[in-house]
T-cell receptor, first 115, second 112 residues
């Protein structure tokens, strides 16, 4: 298993540009989520999905869109990049929600800089 | 609102020492608590998961304990090695969203 994979590893955008961060998992996990990690703020949840076709907002969803058309993929779209979106983005997945035995697994991250 | 705190923020120890990292949370209604390791510039690696009904979990030199009633967890690392140097994060989940609430992390440096 490749686990959770993310592309690209690094990205530089200009203000106003749009892009999609890719996330895929090969563990047949129902639950997938996106976090951003910022110095002094820790990791914060952006969006999550409990299964194909179902998504919901997390703590900091503004400026981001998601969709989940397959179990494997959960892309994160930046609609119009802003310098405040400069961060490291992590995708995570696990088997299900509401089960205390299910670990969450993280991808290697995408480092995004918006100038 | 759930808040997770980790103390100390940074720790430096000589190789071979046993050490304890602390994690506290304000709401005891959690599903589980997970300890992660993060190396500089890398993703998060899951170390241990403790379910809300469990008191501790062990993996190799690592032992994590959970006391829900007091809102505390500890990560014990035995016989520390320079390769253990990393940031250690604890996170709790509760409810139906599987949302992880992270602590601020402890930066560990093990000196050879």
């Amino acid at each position: 298993n490749a686990g959770v994979t993310q592309t690209p590893k690094f990205q530089v955008l200009k203000t106003g540009q749009s892009m999609t961060l890719q996330c895929a998992q090969d563990m047949n996990h129902e639950y997938m989520s996106w976090y951003r990690q910022d110095p002094g703020m820790g990791l914060r949840l952006i969006h999550y999905s409990v299964g194909a076709g179902i998504t919901d907002q997390g703590e900091v969803p503004n400026g981001y869109n998601v969709s989940r058309s397959t179990t494997e993929d959960f892309p994160l779209r930046l609609l119009s990049a802003a310098p405040s979106q400069t961060s490291v983005y992590f995708c995570a997945s696990s088997y299900s929600t509401g089960r205390p035995s299910y670990e969450q697994y993280f991808g290697p991250g995408t480092r995004l800089t918006v100038t | 609102k759930q808040e997770v705190t980790q103390i100390p923020a940074a720790l430096s120890v000589p190789e071979g020492e046993n050490l304890v990292l602390n994690c506290s949370f304000t709401d005891s209604a959690i599903y589980n608590l997970q300890w992660f390791r993060q190396d500089p510039g890398k993703g998060l690696t899951s170390l241990l998961l403790i379910q809300s009904s469990q008191r501790e979990q062990t993996s190799g030199r690592l032992n994590a304990s959970l006391d829900k009633s007091s809102g505390r967890s500890t990560l014990y690392i035995a016989a520390s090695q320079p390769g253990d140097s990393a940031t250690y994060l604890c996170a709790v989940t509760g409810g139906a969203t599987n949302k992880l609430i992270f602590g601020t992390g402890t930066l560990l440096a093990v000196q050879p």
